[in-house]
């Protein structure tokens, strides 16, 4: 049984619980901007939160957000610190030359 079977189907067949437009529109966008952080991190290895923020045209803030919730929940880890101060991440389990 597929993971979205298990939670938003379930309780719509279920329960009859239909979740708000917003709340789905909301859930939608969040998903779409961490797919295109975790892309760019596939594509270009370890990188910043500048460099991420270049390459996917979205803002730093969102970028760092989205960083440190998937730092959280060990979805990425730091690589190494630039000259300049500022952290590299990468996709936990993934290393690049």
């Known amino acids: 049984m597929p993971r979205r079977e ?17 709340l789905t529109d909301y ?3 969040l998903t779409a901007v961490r797919n295109k952080v ?10 910043t ?4 923020s270049v390459k996917t045209g979205l803002p730093e803030s969102v970028v760092f957000w989205h960083l440190m919730t998937m730092f959280k929940y060990g979805l990425i880890e730091a690589a190494e610190k630039t000259d300049d101060g500022y952290y590299r991440y990468r996709l936990r389990g ?3 030359g």
């Open 94 to 96: 993934e290393t690049h």
């Open 27 to 29: 859930v939608k966008e």
């Open 49 to 52: 939160v500048k460099e991420i």
């Open 6 to 22: 298990l939670t938003m189907d379930r309780l719509k067949r279920e329960l009859g619980v239909q979740p708000p437009k917003e």
């Open 38 to 47: 975790i892309n760019c991190l596939r594509g270009g290895g370890e990188l």
